[in-house]
């Protein structure tokens, strides 16, 4: 059974940085695409990063160069380095884990996701 375990939310004021982080348990695969999405009160959920078994990421336009994604395969774990934080990035963050060689910008396209974790930046 795959669960995927979200940490490192919090409250930081505008400018600030947080490193979230996503365990991963049950499975040992090396083809797959992992993922943090975002949902804000009253919006949409929406794709922030993904990284891929070998390594190649994306990030959307909103966190480019602020945001970096990466993993600890040794460790499952994936994480969510982000920096310059600005109230407008205020959300739940989820991790989310399909087992395709190609990721995909829909939330529902992945099997598994966690919990979230909630990041809020005060201006």
């Known amino acids: 059974q795959v669960q995927l375990v979200e940490s490192g939310g919090g409250s930081v004021q505008a400018g600030g940085s947080l490193r979230l982080s996503c365990a991963a348990y049950?499975?040992?695969?090396?083809?797959?695409?992992m993922a943090w999405f975002r949902q804000a009160p009253g919006k949409a959920r929406e794709g922030v990063a993904t990284i891929l078994g070998d390594g190649r990421t994306t990030y959307a336009d909103s966190v480019k160069g602020r945001f970096t994604i990466s993993q600890d395969n040794a460790k499952y774990t994936l994480y969510l380095q982000m920096n310059s934080l600005k109230p407008e990035d205020t959300a739940e963050y989820y991790c989310v884990l399909d087992f395709r060689p190609r990721c995909s910008d829909a939330f529902l396209d992945y099997t598994y996701w966690g919990r979230g974790t909630q990041v809020t930046v005060s201006s």
């Open positions: 049950g499975y040992a695969f090396s083809t797959y695409c």
